[in-house]
């Protein structure tokens, strides 16, 4: 079971380059999800899906773009890095309850993380 | 905007005590609170997630509260080790759905 994996593990760029974060999961989860991680700033949500085809803003999208073309994957694109992108990034997937809302029965699952900085 | 809360930001204890971590958000119309395991350089491990109509649950020698009323969810550590050392975050799922706003964490140390 590798549940959910991202890579690469680390990255460092330069201003202005762009690059994708991979992200697949094999749980066959609905929905899935971008998280930044900054000091004193706690986990904020980037972008999210809830299917295939499927996207939404979280709480700071602007300068990320991302796609679900599949159940299992979901990239995350910096079109031009700025050093205010410098982080730490998560993907996150869960299964997806019938209604509104993630499903009560089923926690969140990350990857391990990808650290990113921007010079 | 839903604000999540945790106190204290850190937290240091000898091996063997009995620990409360506290989570405090100012919606209570949630669908859920989980709270999560965050080791050095790791990524998030779930450890208890409570539904709204819930009031605790428990795993091992853990056991979380909700208290939805108040704003209140409480993560109890029984006879805590030192393998227990990590940074504990909550999360509270609003009732608009797709969305887990954070709290900043607790740096728990358990000291040997």
């Known amino acids: 079971n590798a549940g959910v994996t991202q890579t690469p593990k680390f990255q460092v760029l330069k201003t202005g380059q762009s690059m994708t974060l991979q992200c697949a999961q094999d749980m066959n989860h609905e929905y899935m999800s971008w998280y930044r991680q900054d000091p004193g700033m706690g986990l904020r949500l980037i972008h999210y899906s809830v299917g295939a085809g499927i996207t939404d803003q979280g709480e700071v999208p602007n300068g990320y773009n991302v796609s679900r073309s599949t159940t299992e994957d979901f990239p995350l694109r910096l079109l031009s890095a700025a050093p205010s992108q410098t982080s730490v990034y998560f993907c996150?997937?869960?299964?997806?309850?019938?209604?509104?809302?993630?499903?009560?029965?089923?926690?969140?699952?990350f990857g391990n993380g990808t650290r990113l900085t921007v010079t | 905007k839903q604000e999540v809360t945790q106190i204290p930001a850190a937290l240091s204890v000898p091996e063997g005590e009995n620990l409360v971590l506290n989570c405090s958000f100012t919606?209570?119309?949630?669908?859920?609170l989980q709270w999560f395991r965050q080791d050095p350089g790791k990524g998030l491990t779930s450890l208890l997630l409570i539904q709204s109509s819930q009031r605790e649950q428990t795993s091992g020698r853990l056991n979380a509260s909700l208290d939805k009323s108040s704003g209140r969810s409480t993560l109890y550590i029984a006879a805590s080790q030192p393998g227990d050392s990590a940074t504990y975050l909550c999360?509270?799922?609003?009732?608009?759905?797709?969305?887990?706003?954070f709290g900043g964490g607790t740096r728990l140390m358990v000291k040997p």
């Open positions: 999360a509270v799922e609003g009732n608009a759905g797709n969305m887990l706003t």
């Open positions: 996150a997937s869960s299964y997806r309850g019938p209604g509104q809302g993630l499903s009560y029965n089923s926690p969140l699952h």
């Open positions: 919606d209570s119309a949630i669908y859920n």
